[in-house]
């Protein structure tokens, strides 16, 4: 089954108790984001992983703490997470197709929505996936809206149960109920990558 994975948001400011907007335990599912995106690399499987890209005043700063500041350090991504042939790709600079060679497409945003990039669903239409693959940060937040998104796409949507890490749990609960109710499956990364 030809599959898109799609990484949400795993940046150092979210991830440990260091961070700008630390989300509380995100550390823990480090190891199963980078056990995704290394069997996806392995598996000639493409990760979308989407990151904050903020400038230092930016208007998202007036509901959040200022977080993923471009350049800074809590905007990186953890070196785990990180394949080897990466691009970088601008929310200004068009979506045309998938980077040649390229194992992970970096794709800057600056607000909770992948897909306010209005690019982002014929880019997902040329890559023509039968299923996603969705883990990352904040489950009721970003990861949320990543879900309604790709839903709109039509396909599979599996949502990585032990690879994702929310603010409040009453809410993520909420957002998975929902999400099965819409048709997605919850998932575990050993179902995902099996034995590897």
């Keep these: 089954m030809k599959s898109v994975f799609f990484d949400v948001d795993t940046q150092l400011d979210f991830l440990y108790p260091s961070g700008a907007l630390y989300v509380p335990g995100a550390e823990s599912i480090l190891a199963n984001v980078t056990r995704l995106n290394r069997y996806a690399g392995a598996n000639g499987i493409p990760v979308i992983s989407d990151m904050d890209a903020h400038s230092e005043n930016d208007p998202e700063f007036h509901d959040w703490p200022p977080h993923c500041v471009v350049g800074t350090f809590g905007q990186m991504k953890p070196q785990s997470t990180l394949l ?12 045309v197709e998938w980077p040649a060679g390229a194992q992970q497409l970096l794709l800057e945003k600056q607000s909770l929505d ?4 209005p690019q982002l669903p014929k880019f997902l239409e040329m890559l023509d996936p039968e299923r996603f693959v969705l883990y990352g940060v904040v489950t009721e937040i970003c990861v949320r809206c990543a ?3 790709l839903f709109r796409t039509g396909k599979r949507v599996e949502l990585v149960t032990d690879a994702v890490r929310h603010l409040n ?3 993520a609960q909420a957002m998975m109920k929902e999400f099965k109710e819409s048709g997605g499956a919850l998932v575990t990364t050993n179902q995902v990558c099996g034995s590897s």
Excluded: D, H, I, T
């Design 84 to 95: 080897e042939k990466r691009v970088v790709k601008s929310s200004k600079a068009p979506l």
């Design 169 to 171: 749990g009453a809410s």
């Design 147 to 149: 879900a309604s998104g």
């Design 114 to 117: 992948a897909f306010s990039n």
